[in-house]
């Protein structure tokens, strides 16, 4: 492992840095401050909350007190065993033990102690066996990240901005000791800014997101994912924190395991507000449709991977159809996609034939299997579940979408234990360093189920918090 041969000259001491602003980084940082630490918080963007404040800002927890009031019935170990479904079993297993675990009291923090208002009404995400992911009131991460700020005020602590990591310190006992980082950091020039030592006292906790917008990094790990394929990221998710922690040890873990979102629209970019449509209307309430055949071909409730690779195995984008009924039974507007263009309204099931060139007889049939299957309950085809509000595909309009995958999310990174401690190549902690959220690896294996990034930001990050300060 490498070390710092000298002992460096620090420009500035504090207990605890923390290395990004998003989700896990800031909950890491209010619970160092609220264990008496000193804490500096850096970023290297102009702006706080990186890829979180663009989230959708859903939490899943499992055997809530909303979810009783539901009469919904649901337990940590269920959520378990739905992320090892979704995770081929990739998983590691005591990680998403202590996320399930925690995962009510992690979404209760963000009520009692942050603030944060959440809609009434509890969803079910594909991969999910059950209704358990809270949604905050704009439909937004922003939420959770504007509180957890107030909070930061509170406890006296500020976020400096433009602050780029180059180099995590270690002393010669291989302990990590600090970082070296560009203040007045520019992106995207890399030596933009002046050159820091700040020593850490305590601990370094990285919380730096993950890396789908890194070309150079994804495509070695899955030569698919080209400049040509989006992302529904902000542009500044890119890996030099990671390969900076890979530098001095830390077990990789799932690099290969990248995340397309199957929710996503070609005819916008970035994230843009066609998932919106897709996760709530047309996957839960409608149908997705190859438009060569007219016919279904995958569980549109199923987990994301399976989603994503049915319609890359298609070639083409593929289309996400409700009705009338769909839109009023999810209780979301869809006024902005219509006004984009992003979903186009129909009043025959012809004009969608006509529109996305779909065999309409085929089309008809496949309403009509998928209609017989509403009314009975159970989904004959892909045994998708029938949400309890669903009704038969038959109440004009109908709504459609192209849908085809974006990178979303990068399951792998750096190893921890259950202490977010970060692991070196012999499964030991690397003493001082700490790790929470996207940059970290193992918890979700092959597949990510939507809703339990937050859920993961918000235990880890708290963890890491707590135990860097000890």
Known sequence: ???????????????????????????????????????????????????????????????????????????????????????????????????????????????????????????????????????????????????????????????????????????????????????????????????????????????????????????????????EIGSTNKFSTTGEALREALRIGAMPVHLSWIQLGPWACPDEKGYGIGPDFASYIAFPYGILVNPQTGRRFVNELGDRKMRADAILQVGQPCIGLADEAGVRASGKSIARCLKKGIVKKFDTLEEIAEVYQIPIPSLKKTVETFNMGVDRGRDPEFDKPVVSNATPLKHLPYYGIRLWPKVHHTMGGVLINTRAQVLDLSHEPIDGFYAAGEVTGGIHGACRLGSCAITDCLVFGRIAGRNSAS
Not at 195 to 209: D, F, N, P, Q, Y
Request: include cysteine; charged fraction near 25%; hydrophobic fraction near 40%.
């Open 1 to 227: 492992m490498p070390v710092e041969q000298t002992a460096p000259r620090w420009d500035e001491e504090t207990d605890v840095v923390v290395i990004g602003s998003g989700l896990a980084g800031l909950a890491a940082a209010i619970e160092a401050g609220a264990a008496g630490s000193s804490v500096v918080i850096l970023e290297k963007m102009k702006g706080f909350g990186g890829n979180s404040t663009i989230s959708d800002g859903v939490v899943a927890a499992a055997g809530t007190p909303m979810q009783a009031e539901s009469n919904i019935v649901d337990t940590p170990r269920r959520m378990y065993d739905d992320m090892l479904k979704a995770g081929l079993g990739l998983n590691q297993p005591e990680l998403v033990r202590i996320l399930t675990e925690q995962s009510s009291e992690a979404l209760q923090w963000t009520i009692d102690v942050l603030g944060v208002k959440y809609r009434d009404r509890i969803d079910q995400f594909g991969g999910h066996s059950v209704p358990r992911c809270f949604t905050t009131h704009n439909h937004s991460g922003s939420a959770i990240i504007k509180q957890q700020l107030h909070k930061l005020k509170e406890q006296g602590m500020k976020i400096r901005t433009r602050v780029l990591l180059k180099k995590i310190l270690m002393n010669n006992r291989n302990r990590v000791s600090g970082v070296l980082v560009q203040e007045g950091y520019q992106y995207p020039e890399s030596e933009s800014g002046v050159e820091k030592r700040i020593k850490a006292r305590k601990a370094v906790v990285l919380a730096t997101g993950g890396f789908a917008n890194d070309i150079a990094l994804r495509t070695s790990q899955d030569p698919r994912l080209t400049r």
